[in-house]
Every structure is written in structure tokens, then in C-alpha cells.
């Protein structure tokens, strides 16, 4: 019976997908298109991997392989899955707002507790950062595009349809073919994830794998983009620091997205063709966890580095001064890129291995916090004294250097052994992960986001709404986050729908900051929506008035081009003051608001 649903399913799918490309093709609707001669324009550049005439509309979407393009793609993609991970937490914070099962079950708390994790570092984490590096790497560095134009298209097109592998178990939940979600966790331990005769655990598996070739190839294009296709006046000690960190994070998974990819393939063999890779009678279901943190570990600082890069670029034009320490910011990172590959075991201190391997793993723990460390001297030096703009992104990128020292300095204490073993599957672990995953990684992305938004939509947003968002957000988050490390020393075990009713206070201030987070990014949403339809026109190259201090960057100079070319619409427009906030120490007085 399953196995003809399995069937009939794939001819549905089959026939779906033929008649969606029979009506795309009707849809195509060529427009003349000519490309700029000085160095790009709004919708493609001479690069010889383009069309000189361009399809509009979807058509463009679809077959696009502008690097601007592709990172609008990776933008949207990533946000649609944020909203997907972020309703999956709401969820699970109202089941854990009483102490009992009460509203949607362990099972479904168990398969939205799979999906949240791997959607945020998956498919959250990684396009997101790749829709930055994507749009602006090619315009930092004086590109004309990607080296690899086509492979970048096809690297952002794979995603979609690993979402869809990971995503389609609760769908087809609701129906009687014996398909569901994965609830193995976002970890997939062994044996766990090897036993569970679900189909849907595989369905899992294949789309992280496809996720793991989409960043794979996505890595490969940034490397050789940095390496071959620099201006002739960009040297290796003029490059930007956002470029170098997508540098690094590109290294970093060139060398752990590969053995993810092998240990998926092993799982899924061990699940559907009796082999006994992660069988106690084989490799050992330790094996799975060495595997698994060997690739996760780096996976943090593949999220982290792209972001630091983000606020290392951002934060000093609105400290009206340069990055403090540029070469060492440099250094730390390339010190992260390499320390962050013998760290993985201490996730798994608790497993009984020999307390000398244990010790070396904690001393280099303890190391790799010293260039994150560096990194947050520098971000702080580089504000003091400086003429400081809350603007938004301004905002957003202190939030960043705020949480990211309260998820640094708990992630310390957990990387002591004795420590470690008091903490270890508690909440604590939950919410130190959280400030960084969430509290940093996520900020920094809205501070890249409202920075660049009058560089990609002419327009400017709204900036009470973006305050709001920004103060929702940073008082959610931590409301919620330093809620978890209270309960992780109360010692409330992590993975759980139920718990004890000692535990139901700071279970509410979590889920009451959940919602108050959840409520932000509505904000968030509405403002970015209303003001790319409705905001006011930017009316300079230089909307936030970098030129002044000497910080204005390739992009800007890019985006003062296209302004002066008929691709971009100016008629209609209404001028409108940057977001200049409030200034601190200086002696120019505060800019009104639009």
C-alpha cells in the first residue's frame, strides 16, 4: 500500500512539474537589454556569461545568472524559510508554556524540533549569508560577476527542492501513505535516526545532502571569485573584510560539508541496505557523533564568520572611522578558520572518552575563544570616541557585539570539562547556541539587510518601524535566551515537550519572549514590503553619507552609476533624509527622520 502511494505520488509530481514548465514557457517575454560598458548596471553586466537580450518576468527569475539576481533569490529564500522556522518555534514555545502535554503533542513537538534546527542552519543560515556575498562580493572586489556564473545558479536551485525534501513529511503526515516528518532531532543520532522506520527520515536526509552540494559548489565560486576575478587595484591588503571572511567560511566548507555528505550517505545506506556503519556491531553509533561534529563544529563559524564580516564592514561607517585593527581582525579570522577544526569532541565530553584526549579538546576550546575575542576589542575600540549614528544598521550591529559576548562567554564554560558535565543536554546549551545562531547571526543580517536596502530598491525604509524591530527583537531574544540558561542551571533537560512544574515560570518568560521576537519580525516584514512598494526615493549615491568620513566602498560608488543610467527609475521620486539617528560625542547636531 505504501509503496503504490509511493508511486502515484511520484507520477502527480511528475506530470505537476511538466505542466508548470509548459506554462513558464508561455509566459516568456524578451525585452531588449543592453549592458553598461562602465562596470554594471541594474540588471546585468558584459561579462560574456549573459544574454544580451534578457527575459522579464518570471522567466528572468528562473533563468537568471546575474550574480545580483541570484543573491536576491538566496535573500528571499532565506527569509521564507526564517518565517517557516520561526513559526515552528512559536509552536513549540506554546506547547512548553504548560509544564503538561497540552496542545500539540511530543510527536509533532519532536518532528517541528528536527525541522527548526535544520531549517535555521540549513536553510536559514547559509542563504542568507550567501545572498550578501552573492550581491556585494562582486562589487567589493571590482567584478564584473561570479567566475562561475552558471554553477552559481545552479547552487541557489538546488535548495529549493532540498527544502521541499525536508519540509514534505508534515504534508504528507496528513495523509494515509505512511510518510511523515523526521523526529530524530536536528543531531539525527544514531541509533535513533537508523531505527526509525520512517520514510520521511530519508526524504530528510536527501534534501540535506542536496543543501550540502548547494554550498559546496556555492564555496568553489566564492574561492576562485576572490582568488581570479579582483580589480586590478585590489590587492590582498586592500581587500575588504566581509570578503575575507566569506573567504574563510568558503575554506571551511570546502573541508565539512564533503564528510556531512559521507555520513548522510552511510546513514542512509545503514537505514535502507543492512550495512552497519554506525551498528554497535560496526562502526559504533560514537562514530555518527564524530562524524557529525567533525562537520558541525566549523559549521558554527561557516555561520558566524560571514556575519563578523557584515559588522566589521557596517559598524565602523556609522562610528565615523576606520575598522580599529583591520590586519588583526584579518588574522583572527584566519586563527578561527583553523582552530575550529579540532574542536568538535567538546560536544561530546560526556561520552566517556580517555580525560587526556578530553583535556587537549577543552585547551583548544578554550583557545579558539581568543580571536573571537579580538574581533570583539576591535568592534569596541573602533566605537569609542567615534562619532556614533544609531541608525538601524547601527543598532542592529551592537546588538550583534552584544550577544554575540553573552553566547561567546557561556559557550567558555561549556568548553571546561567539569562544567560541561553538570551543563551538558540541559537548556543551558540551548540558549548559549541560541545567542549566537539567532541572537547574533540573524541581527547581523538585519543590520546587512537595512544598510543595503537603498542600494538594491532605490527607496529608503522606514525608520521608527526599524527601531521597533530592532528593540522587539533584542528584548525577545533575550528575554528567551537568558530564560534557557536559567532553566539549564536549574537543570532542565533539553529535547523535551514536558517537564516538571518547578520549571514553569521561566518556561512562560521564554515563550512571552518568543512572541515578542515573533511579533518584531511581523514589523520587520510590513516595513520591508510597504517600503520597497511605497518608500521614499532616494534622491543620492551616497545615502548615508560616507564620502564625509572617507568610508564609502565600492558598492556605493557602484550604486552612484547606476543611478546616473536610465536603468534606474528616478522620475516620481520624493527625497528623503537618511536614517541619520541620533549622534553621540560628535558635534554635528542629530538628523530629523523622514
Given amino acids: 500500500m505504501v509503496e503504490a502511494g509511493q508511486i502515484a505520488l511520484t507520477v502527480v509530481m511528475g506530470v505537476f512539474l511538466l505542466a508548470v514548465a509548459a506554462f513558464l514557457t508561455r509566459l516568456e517575454d524578451w525585452r531588449s537589454y543592453t549592458p553598461l560598458a562602465t562596470g554594471g548596471g541594474y540588471v546585468g553586466e558584459q561579462t560574456g556569461q549573459v544574454h544580451h537580450e534578457k527575459p522579464a518576468g518570471i522567466v528572468r527569475w528562473l533563468t537568471t545568472v546575474d550574480h545580483k539576481d541570484i543573491g536576491m533569490l538566496y535573500g528571499l529564500f532565506g527569509l521564507l524559510s526564517f518565517a517557516w522556522g520561526g513559526i515552528a518555534v512559536l509552536l513549540m514555545r506554546t506547547e512548553l508554556a504548560v509544564p503538561e502535554e497540552a496542545i500539540i503533542g511530543a510527536n509533532f513537538y519532536n518532528a517541528l524540533l528536527t525541522t527548526h534546527g535544520i531549517t535555521m542552519l540549513f536553510l536559514f543560515g547559509t542563504p542568507i549569508i550567501a545572498a550578501f556575498g552573492n550581491y556585494f562580493i562582486p562589487l567589493l572586489i571590482g567584478a564584473d560577476d561570479m567566475a562561475f556564473p552558471r554553477i552559481n545558479a545552479i547552487a541557489f536551485w538546488l535548495l529549493p527542492p532540498a527544502a521541499i525534501l525536508i519540509w514534505i513529511g508534515f504534508p504528507l503526515g496528513a495523509t494515509d501513505i505512511g510518510i511523515s516528518a523526521a523526529e530524530t532531532s536536528w543531531t539525527m543520532y544514531t541509533p535513533l535516526s537508523v531505527e526509525q522506520a520512517n520514510p520521511g527520515v530519508d526524504l530528510m536526509l536527501l534534501g540535506l545532502h542536496l543543501s550540502g552540494v548547494s554550498a559546496t559548489m556555492g564555496a568553489i565560486n566564492f574561492i576562485a571569485t576572490i582568488f581570479t576575478e579582483r580589480g586590478e587595484n585590489v590587492g590582498w591588503e586592500s581587500l575588504d573584510i566581509f570578503s575575507w571572511t566569506m573567504l574563510t567560511q568558503s575554506g571551511l566548507i570546502l573541508f565539512s560539508f564533503p564528510l556531512l555528505g559521507s555520513a548522510l550517505v552511510m546513514l542512509l545506506l545503514d537505514r535502507n541496505f543492512g550495512t552497519l556503519f554506525f551498528a554497535a556491531e560496526g562502526g559504533g553509533p560514537m562514530l555518527w557523533q564524530h562524524l557529525f561534529w567533525f562537520f558541525g563544529h566549523p559549521e558554527v563559524y561557516i555561520l558566524v564568520l560571514p556575519p563578523m564580516g557584515l559588522v566589521s564592514l557596517i559598524l565602523p561607517r556609522f562610528s565615523g572611522r576606520k575598522l580599529f585593527g583591520f590586519k588583526f581582525v584579518v588574522y583572527s579570522t584566519l586563527a578561527i578558520g583553523v582552530l575550529s577544526f579540532g574542536v568538535w569532541a567538546h560536544h561530546m565530553f560526556s561520552?566517556?572518552?580517555?580525560?587526556?584526549?578530553?583535556?587537549?579538546?577543552?585547551?583548544?576550546?578554550?583557545?579558539?575563544?581568543?580571536?573571537?575575542?579580538?574581533?570583539?576589542?576591535?568592534?569596541?575600540?573602533?566605537?569609542?570616541?567615534?562619532?556614533?549614528?544609531?541608525?538601524?544598521?547601527?543598532?542592529?550591529?551592537?546588538?550583534?557585539?552584544?550577544?554575540?559576548?553573552?553566547?561567546?562567554?557561556?559557550?567558555?564554560?561549556?568548553?571546561?570539562?567539569?562544567?560541561?558535565?553538570?551543563?551538558?543536554?540541559?537548556?543551558?546549551?540551548?540558549?548559549?547556541?541560541?545567542?549566537?545562531?539567532?541572537?547574533?547571526?540573524?541581527?547581523?543580517?538585519?543590520?546587512?539587510?537595512?544598510?543595503?536596502?537603498?542600494?538594491?530598491?532605490?527607496?529608503?525604509?522606514?525608520?521608527?518601524?526599524?527601531?521597533?524591530?530592532?528593540?522587539?527583537?533584542?528584548?525577545?531574544?533575550?528575554?528567551?535566551?537568558?530564560?534557557?540558561?536559567?532553566?539549564?542551571?536549574?537543570?532542565?533537560?533539553?529535547?523535551?515537550?514536558?517537564?516538571?512544574?518547578?520549571?514553569?515560570?521561566?518556561?512562560?518568560?521564554?515563550?512571552?519572549?518568543?512572541?515578542?521576537?515573533?511579533?518584531?519580525?511581523?514589523?520587520?516584514?510590513?516595513?520591508?514590503?510597504?517600503?520597497?512598494?511605497?518608500?521614499?526615493?532616494?534622491?543620492?549615491?551616497?545615502?548615508?553619507?560616507?564620502?564625509?568620513?572617507?568610508?564609502?566602498?565600492?558598492?556605493?560608488?557602484?550604486?552612484?552609476?547606476?543611478?546616473?543610467?536610465?536603468?534606474?527609475?528616478?522620475?516620481?521620486?520624493?527625497?528623503?533624509?537618511?536614517?541619520?539617528?541620533?549622534?553621540?560625542?560628535?558635534?554635528?547636531?542629530?538628523?530629523?527622520?523622514?
Fill in 351 to 594: 561520552t566517556g572518552m580517555d580525560p587526556r584526549i578530553r583535556a587537549s579538546f577543552m585547551a583548544v576550546s578554550l583557545a579558539i575563544a581568543v580571536p573571537s575575542a579580538v574581533k570583539t576589542f576591535n568592534w569596541i575600540t573602533t566605537m569609542w570616541n567615534g562619532r556614533l549614528r544609531l541608525t538601524a544598521p547601527m543598532l542592529f550591529s551592537i546588538g550583534f557585539v552584544q550577544n554575540f559576548i553573552i553566547g561567546g562567554v557561556t559557550g567558555v564554560f561549556l568548553a571546561s570539562v567539569p562544567v560541561d558535565l553538570v551543563l551538558h543536554d540541559t537548556y543551558y546549551v540551548v540558549g548559549h547556541f541560541h545567542f549566537v545562531v539567532m541572537g547574533a547571526i540573524a541581527v547581523a543580517g538585519f543590520a546587512g539587510i537595512y544598510y543595503w536596502f537603498p542600494l538594491y530598491t532605490g527607496r529608503m525604509y522606514q525608520q521608527t518601524l526599524a527601531k521597533i524591530h530592532f528593540w522587539t527583537t533584542m528584548v525577545g531574544s533575550n528575554m528567551t535566551f537568558f530564560a534557557m540558561l536559567f532553566l539549564g542551571y536549574g537543570g532542565m533537560p533539553r529535547r523535551y515537550a514536558t517537564y516538571l512544574p518547578q520549571f514553569a515560570d521561566w518556561h512562560m518568560v521564554a515563550t512571552v519572549g518568543a512572541f515578542i521576537m515573533g511579533f518584531g519580525q511581523l514589523v520587520f516584514v510590513w516595513n520591508i514590503v510597504t517600503s520597497w512598494l511605497e518608500g521614499p526615493r532616494v534622491e543620492s549615491g551616497d545615502p548615508w553619507n560616507l564620502e564625509d568620513d572617507g568610508l564609502k566602498t565600492k558598492e556605493w560608488a557602484w550604486f552612484e552609476r547606476k543611478r546616473e543610467t536610465a536603468l534606474a527609475a528616478t522620475d516620481g521620486g520624493e527625497e528623503v533624509v537618511p536614517d541619520g539617528g541620533q549622534e553621540i560625542n560628535g558635534d554635528e547636531p542629530a538628523e530629523d527622520e523622514a
